[in-house]
């Protein structure tokens, strides 16, 4: 049954699931790489297939700018338009529009704002967002909200969880098919009082799904796990929960432990076309002169094809010499690192041993860093220049 969500195992707040879906079924906890303009950067469909990926997300702001609703309707909707058999979630949009706060203006029925790409004026409404996703025959659609930015003052968390159950609760009324579920999106900031608020004006809707939304945007780790717990323990326990922008190994398993299930970020292949790998005991960055002659794969226990044919030595030769085969070896890694990692968690979470597992993971990132100088200690994305991926 499409939207279906079956609890099979817990082991402490951990949950292992399946989520059913129009164009399969997803096993969660999952994580969903990121497709912002109908690709995952570097990869095609068939990597995607290879490294276990069972859902990817688009993005609808830039979708609704280029290629745009006709182009896609005429190319037979997204799925067609990408190649990609498998769901689709498409986001909002929101968290772009709030990325364009000098572009934009808030008001009740929407959001206006001006193209990054041309300036044209463009105007999202909760109803546009929802036809526009409906039409494109995604499999999960999440409503427009408003994200602010942190530390927020009280005024702007007012608004922003105002106008998001608002939006929320037309989004609800404007559904026309049902092969589309809805997702709606908890705000609230590092308030946790308006987070209780938002969740329970969303969770009244009685939509298929809800995410955490608003976390992930640059506050303390401490911040987003500690929010991420609470709101997650307000959300039905019947219905599955996603942690919006999360994509370190840590991230994931502090997010699987406060029983969330789906999760997404840029981040690996955004690590994937700068040069740095991601691996179970810390990140590093590939150009290091350390590794020009290093025989050995990106990590050892990682059984993808990058670190099954190729050395770090090749890989730090592509890119010192710029060649493009580099990133797109690299993010091909990046991603298998946490769409397996996600598959362990769901293995180890079914036998009942998910805080051993946990444990060991996070101590595994914690260990001394030793002659292959692992950076563990470093922030995600230290040394990175800006996404363009959003």
């Given at each position: 049954m499409?939207?279906a969500?079956?609890l099979h195992?817990?082991?402490?707040?951990?949950?292992?699931?399946?989520?059913?879906?129009?164009h399969?079924?997803?096993e969660?906890?999952?994580?969903?790489?990121?497709g912002?303009a109908?690709?995952v950067?570097?990869?095609?469909p068939?990597?995607?297939v290879e490294?276990?990926?069972q859902?990817v997300?688009?993005?609808?702001?830039?979708?609704w700018?280029?290629?745009?609703?006709e182009?896609?309707l005429e190319?037979?909707?997204?799925?067609?338009?990408?190649?990609?058999?498998?769901p689709?979630?498409?986001?909002?949009?929101?968290?772009?529009?709030?990325?364009?706060?000098?572009?934009?203006?808030?008001?009740?029925?929407?959001?206006s704002?001006?193209s990054h790409?041309?300036g044209s004026e463009?105007?999202?409404?909760?109803?546009a967002?929802?036809?526009?996703?409906?039409?494109?025959?995604?499999?999960?659609?999440m409503t427009?909200d408003v994200c602010?930015k942190l530390?927020?003052?009280?005024?702007d968390?007012?608004?922003s969880?105002?106008?998001?159950?608002?939006?929320?609760?037309?989004?609800a009324g404007?559904?026309?098919r049902?092969?589309?579920?809805?997702?709606a999106i908890v705000q609230?900031?590092?308030?946790?009082?308006a987070r209780?608020?938002?969740a329970?004006?969303?969770?009244?809707l009685?939509?298929?799904?809800?995410?955490?939304?608003g976390?992930s945007?640059?506050?303390?780790?401490?911040?987003?796990?500690?929010?991420?717990r609470?709101?997650?323990?307000?959300?039905?326990a019947?219905?599955?929960?996603?942690l919006?922008?999360?994509?370190?190994?840590?991230d994931?398993?502090?997010?699987i432990?406060?029983g969330?299930?789906?999760?997404?970020?840029?981040?690996?292949?955004?690590c994937?076309?700068?040069?740095?790998?991601?691996?179970?005991?810390?990140e590093?960055?590939?150009?290091?002169?350390?590794?020009?002659?290093d025989?050995r794969?990106l990590d050892?226990?990682?059984?993808?094809?990058?670190c099954?044919?190729?050395?770090?030595?090749?890989?730090?030769h592509?890119?010192?010499?710029?060649?493009m085969?580099?990133p797109?070896?690299?993010?091909?890694h990046n991603l298998?690192?946490?769409?397996?990692?996600?598959?362990?968690?769901?293995?180890?979470i079914a036998?009942?041993?998910w805080?051993?597992?946990?444990?060991a993971t996070l101590q595994?990132?914690?260990?001394d860093?030793g002659e292959?100088?692992?950076?563990?200690?470093?922030?995600a994305g230290?040394?990175?220049?800006?996404?363009?991926?959003w």
């Amino acid at each position: 049954m499409n939207g279906a969500f079956t609890l099979h195992a817990t082991s402490g707040a951990a949950r292992r699931a399946s989520l059913a879906l129009a164009h399969g079924i997803v096993e969660t906890p999952a994580f969903m790489p990121v497709g912002t303009a109908a690709t995952v950067k570097g990869l095609t469909p068939r990597d995607l297939v290879e490294i276990g990926a069972q859902i990817v997300l688009a993005n609808t702001y830039h979708l609704w700018l280029r290629p745009g609703r006709e182009t896609l309707l005429e190319m037979g909707g997204l799925h067609a338009f990408m190649g990609w058999s498998k769901p689709i979630l498409t986001d909002s949009g929101g968290f772009q529009v709030f990325s364009l706060e000098s572009r934009r203006t808030l008001d009740s029925e929407g959001v206006s704002f001006r193209s990054h790409l041309d300036g044209s004026e463009q105007r999202f409404t909760p109803e546009a967002v929802v036809a526009f996703a409906e039409s494109l025959g995604v499999d999960i659609a999440m409503t427009l909200d408003v994200c602010v930015k942190l530390p927020a003052a009280a005024r702007d968390i007012e608004q922003s969880v105002r106008l998001t159950s608002l939006w929320a609760k037309r989004s609800a009324g404007a559904r026309t098919r049902a092969e589309t579920l809805l997702f709606a999106i908890v705000q609230g900031g590092l308030d946790v009082q308006a987070r209780a608020r938002s969740a329970v004006e969303l969770v009244a809707l009685d939509l298929p799904g809800y995410a955490i939304g608003g976390l992930s945007v640059g506050e303390p780790r401490a911040d987003l796990y500690r929010v991420a717990r609470f709101t997650a323990d307000l959300l039905p326990a019947d219905r599955p929960r996603y942690l919006m922008g999360i994509g370190t190994v840590r991230d994931i398993v502090e997010a699987i432990d406060c029983g969330v299930d789906l999760f997404d970020c840029v981040y690996p292949t955004r690590c994937g076309r700068n040069g740095r790998a991601i691996t179970r005991t810390g990140e590093f960055h590939i150009r290091n002169a350390a590794y020009v002659r290093d025989a050995r794969p990106l990590d050892e226990s990682c059984g993808c094809a990058t670190c099954g044919s190729f050395t770090c030595a090749y890989l730090a030769h592509l890119f010192r010499s710029g060649e493009m085969l580099g990133p797109r070896l690299l993010s091909y890694h990046n991603l298998s690192a946490l769409v397996s990692l996600t598959a362990e968690a769901r293995d180890a979470i079914a036998a009942n041993t998910w805080p051993r597992f946990r444990d060991a993971t996070l101590q595994a990132l914690e260990a001394d860093p030793g002659e292959r100088g692992l950076e563990r200690a470093s922030p995600a994305g230290a040394g990175l220049p800006p996404s363009g991926e959003w």
